[in-house]
């Protein structure tokens, strides 16, 4: 079977068995590792695998036809993608420089396309967010100051990390790029007294945000507009984007980023909130370009930084998260398990198998293939924010729920 004879020299670590669809049974151990045994029902799976397998091991998952007889979904995935990323055979090589060839055409994203994208992603059911995200539907990774926060917990530390970024003073004007579901907005109005502008393209993140705004009694410091960055105009004293730069896409980040400089006011400051990867340029999973983020990408440094310099904005900070985000999604993966039942009854059991799939894959490209969570901490003005970090962290202090502020001096 040359899938077997393709996976033989990569499996070094763990134990798949493989049940094909004749029902022979193959067994490539590795070692200590994780362990799972797996059923292919579709002979075409055969082939299938081996010339496409990051599209077609989560596709088959999803549609049945590749079930999982022993172990789960983590220790399957754990297993392919730590001795993927470990041990990349020849022909493995070949299919991601393939596909690094087209990334640029799949990340072009105009205006109209770009909407399309979100609201396949962000414009699903409205209680599928309310059963796996934290109280405040926190989108993006969460901020761990201690193994013992919870989601809730580490999701407020999150907000309020970034207010310390952001310098910000009673009656400044903010613009939100990518203003989700409205929480980071709301938190900065009502915590610092400014007035915030958010922007989404999600119809149903919009309406979310502008319910959320008014039961808060803040309609009219904190208002949020179905608009794309490109088509903002005025001048804003600070501007902040979390978890909406991997929509941007590598052909725009000149525009963008050309665009925030002239929107930050000449003494503003920004804080770009971003997920990365420590490795170098890449490319996104095929699987989850097609199902879970058309047009998404997770940019190296190296693409970013570059881009800043031309555009000439200061870089004042830069911060790298690691397993920040793996924890924020294995408490994610948790409550999505808890609430099963309740997510088939919104859609179906193939959907419920295409999110779990997002869910560990997401995880485990955290934990085993170097990705990572960049804040970076930009200025029009070399002296716009103080020459040293001490202020954010006095800030954090001077901000923090008694029982947080408690347990961060005992950790």
């Known amino acids: 079977m040359l899938l077997v004879s393709m996976l033989s020299p990569v499996v070094r670590t763990g134990r798949l068995t493989i049940i094909d669809a004749a029902g022979n049974r193959h067994v490539l151990d590795g070692g200590p590792g994780p362990s799972a045994t797996i059923r292919l029902c579709d002979p075409s799976l055969h082939w299938k695998l081996v010339l496409r397998p990051r599209l077609y091991v989560p596709e088959a998952y999803m549609d049945g036809t590749l079930t999982i007889e022993e172990g789960s979904l983590y220790d399957f995935l754990e297993l392919l993608v730590s001795n993927d990323t470990a041990h990349p055979n020849e022909l493995m090589r070949l299919g991601r420089a393939a596909a690094r060839l087209g990334r640029r055409m799949y990340q072009l ?7 399309r994208n979100v609201a396949h992603h962000y414009d699903l059911s409205d209680q599928l967010y309310e059963l796996f995200l934290d109280r405040d539907r926190q989108y993006s990774c969460a901020y761990f100051r201690t193994p013992e926060d919870d989601l809730d917990t580490a999701q407020e530390n999150k907000k309020r990390h970034i207010g310390a970024k952001l310098l910000l003073r009673p009656g400044q004007k903010v613009l939100d790029i990518g203003s989700g579901w409205g929480g980071l907005a709301l938190y900065l109005a009502g915590e610092c007294d400014v007035e915030v502008t958010g922007l989404t393209l999600s119809e149903e993140q919009l309406k979310v945000a502008q319910r959320r705004a008014a ?41 963008f980023f050309a665009k925030l400089k002239a929107l930050l006011a000449p003494d503003g400051v920004a804080l770009l909130h971003s997920i990365g990867r420590m490795d170098g340029p890449g490319m996104t999973n095929p699987w989850l370009r097609k199902y879970i983020f058309p047009g998404g990408y997770s940019p190296a440094l190296s693409e970013v930084v570059p881009v800043v310099e031309r555009t000439r904005l200061w870089i004042a900070d830069i911060e790298i998260l690691r397993l920040h985000y793996a924890e924020t999604l294995r408490q994610w993966r948790r409550r999505f398990e808890q609430n099963r039942d309740r997510i088939r009854a919104l859609y179906d059991e193939r959907f419920c198998r295409m999110w779990e799939t997002y869910l560990v894959g997401s995880e485990l490209a955290f934990r085993h293939a170097g990705h990572l969570v960049f804040q970076m901490q930009l200025a029009n003005s070399i002296d716009a924010v103080p020459l040293t970090r001490d202020y954010m962290f006095d800030w954090e202090r001077a901000h923090a729920a008694p029982e947080a502020d408690a347990a961060g001096r005992a950790a």
Do not use: C, K
């Open 215 to 255: 039961v808060a009694g803040l309609a009219d410091r904190v208002r949020f507009h179905l608009r794309d960055y490109r088509q903002e105009t005025g001048t804003y004293d600070r501007i902040v984007s979390v978890g909406m730069f991997e929509h941007v896409g590598v052909n725009h980040y000149q525009a």
């Open 109 to 115: 994203n105009p205006v109209w396309r770009a909407r």
